[in-house]
């Protein structure tokens, strides 16, 4: 059995399940490392990799362990994501120089797309992605998550984008790079802890099924990149928009008055987020993977087992 590429490290168990066109969802670790506090962020990864092996496929954490980068992770691997202040946060941009300084790297949607795609591995769970920050006509601040899914053929399976991001502008920019934006069971494209956001649904699909169709559609059609499939989070775990529009635009405000900018900018967001709900936000993010999860795993399984 070959590796999909020579520079990447898949385990036996990914290694296998892909060469016999087994299911297999990858899994983001700047989630783990900047995305969620410790050890919750340890306890999230553990469960998210539990939920999708019940469901029937097999989990692929990504991330860069001493510069090699990893397709499949063990406990000792997310541990390490979870509490080494050293792993530094991984977009495609960062990807060869922590490669080349073997460094350890945590790597986001966009980088954990290019190396899930390399792999072979055509769906991908995560809570959130990046999007078009607010001010961004100013700053410039758009997320390469962004761009990765305009060029790399992964479905990405998430809550929707918080709204720290200009929710429309977002939207905006998807539509002209040619991302299809599926909303599973929904009018509306959800906003991350809310199962609304004031922007409608792109498109409605109603199953895992009627996701991997989609992909198949597209890859079929030779139309290269990504899909975004937005799964609300499950109402009794929401927290309404507008009991969170000011915790954000208090974290906004800090976010202006330190300065902070870069990729500095989104971890900062997050954990500031989690301090002033006092962790109830933390609660409900931890849910929404939780159902992003399972949803992931169906969606592999219907697309590694075509029913027409
Ligand atoms: N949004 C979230 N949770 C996250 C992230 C974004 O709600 O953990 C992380 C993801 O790894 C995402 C990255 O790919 O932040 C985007 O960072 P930036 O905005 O710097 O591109
Ligand atoms: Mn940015």
Redesign the pocket.
């Known amino acids: 059995m070959t590796d999909p590429h020579p520079a990447l490290a898949l385990t036996d168990e990914v290694r296998t399940a892909l060469a016999e066109g087994r299911p297999v969802v990858a899994l ?1 670790s ?2 783990i490392s ?2 969620m506090p410790y050890p919750q962020n340890v306890a999230m990864a553990v469960e998210v990799e539990g939920i999708v092996r019940e469901h029937g496929a097999i989990p692929a954490t990504i991330a860069v362990l001493d510069g090699t980068p990893r397709v499949g992770l063990g406990p000792d691997g997310l541990e390490k994501l979870a509490s080494d202040p050293d792993v530094v946060k991984v ?1 495609v941009r960062d990807l060869p120089y922590v490669v080349a300084r073997g460094l350890h790297g945590a790597t ?3 980088a954990t797309m290019r190396l899930a795609a390399i792999s072979g591995i055509r769906t991908f769970v ?5 999007g078009v920050h607010r001010g961004a006509e100013l700053t410039m601040d758009v ?3 962004l761009t990765e899914l305009g060029r790399t053929d992964v479905a990405v399976v998430s809550a929707g984008v ?1 709204s720290i991001l200009d929710i429309g502008l977002t939207l905006e920019v998807l539509e002209t790079l040619g991302v299809p934006v599926l909303v599973v069971g929904h009018d509306e494209f959800p906003s ?1 802890y809310s199962r609304s956001s004031g922007y409608g649904a792109p498109l409605r699909v109603g199953s895992a099924a009627e996701v991997a169709g989609v992909m198949r559609a597209k890859w079929d059609l030779g139309i290269e990149g990504g899909l975004v499939v937005a799964n609300p989070i499950p109402a009794a775990d929401e927290i309404p928009a507008a009991e969170m529009a000011g915790v954000i635009d208090r974290a906004l405000a800090d976010l202006d008055r330190l300065a902070i900018r870069g ?1 500095d ?2 971890p900062y967001l ?1 954990g500031r987020i989690v301090e002033l709900t006092g962790g109830a936000s933390l609660t409900a993010n931890i849910a929404l993977v939780r159902a992003n999860a399972r949803l992931g795993a169906a969606i592999a399984t219907a697309y590694a087992t075509p029913v027409d």
């Open positions: 983001e700047t989630i900047h995305g977009s986001t949607v966009a995560t809570g959130g992605i990046g997320s390469a998550d918080k991350f990729k900018a989104t997050l």
